[in-house]
């Protein structure tokens, strides 16, 4: 079946750092891709997506771009700010049905 | 105005209570989900309905029943809480059955004691 792997955290980097956090996701046909921010103490918000191969999704300076070659969507910043500091979901739509799959999370502490 | 609210925000109650979460949206989505995250923050699908129509049932205990009076409202009951029932418990709703985004509530938190 359809599943997303993220990198498993916590993840610990200095202000103003470039932070990776690596999804890959397994289905069949062709998903939509998502990353979800989790603030402490709050629920998920939509951070950015792409719905098609090649496409990048951008906000707030995070970046993330659409792998079909290597399933992968991967998210990106390029200098993290203290209040960066959240879990991140990587999650997938299945265009075929109903089904929505998150992964683990990976929890971001950015220390000043 | 908030998009997808939950109450109580904080439920704290002993084992073998029944007890119901609320959830609405005021999005005009057709879709609502229930979501349970642990405390390593797994999040996992517990139900999904459509137009008031179950269409996600996971694999979770049949002591959680939820009922959706209208497109906008999806509720969780639970019978007979255990230890194991301790979680935060999010509401989420989407326009379309493919869930192309998913719209989240604050999370009610879960105590049983």
């Known amino acids: 079946g359809d599943s997303v792997t993220q990198m498993e955290g916590p993840v610990t980097l200095s202000e103003e750092a470039f932070l990776t956090i690596n999804c890959t996701y397994t289905?069949?046909?062709?998903?939509?891709l998502f990353w979800y921010v989790q603030y402490p103490g709050e629920g998920l918000q939509l951070l950015l997506k792409?719905?098609?191969?090649?496409d990048k999704g951008s906000n707030k300076g995070f970046e993330a771009t659409y792998r079909k070659e290597t399933t992968s969507f991967h998210l990106e910043k390029g200098s993290v700010q203290v209040s960066d500091s959240a879990v991140y979901f990587c999650?997938?739509?299945?265009?075929?049905?109903?089904?929505?799959?998150f992964g683990t999370g990976t929890s971001l502490t950015v220390i000043p | 105005d908030t998009a997808v609210s939950q109450t109580p925000k904080y439920l704290v109650t002993q084992m073998g209570n029944d007890k119901s979460i609320k959830c609405e949206q005021n999005?005009?989505?057709?879709?609502m989900y229930w979501y349970k995250q642990d405390s390593k923050k797994f999040l996992k699908i517990m139900f999904s309905?459509?137009?008031?129509?179950?269409?996600i049932n996971e694999t979770v205990p049949n002591r959680f029943s939820p009922k959706s009076p209208d497109k906008a409202h999806l509720n969780l009951h639970i019978n007979s809480l255990e230890l194991g029932d301790s979680a935060v418990y999010f509401c989420?709703?989407?326009?379309?059955?493919?869930?192309?985004?998913?719209?989240f509530g604050p999370g009610t938190r879960l105590t049983v004691t």
């Open positions: 999650a997938l739509s299945d265009r075929g049905g109903n089904q929505f799959y």
């Open positions: 309905y459509n137009n008031k129509e179950l269409i």
């Open positions: 999005l005009g989505h057709d879709t």
């Open positions: 792409a719905t098609k191969a090649d």
């Open positions: 989420a709703s989407s326009q379309g059955q493919r869930s192309y985004e998913q719209y």
């Open positions: 289905a069949t046909g062709y998903p939509s």
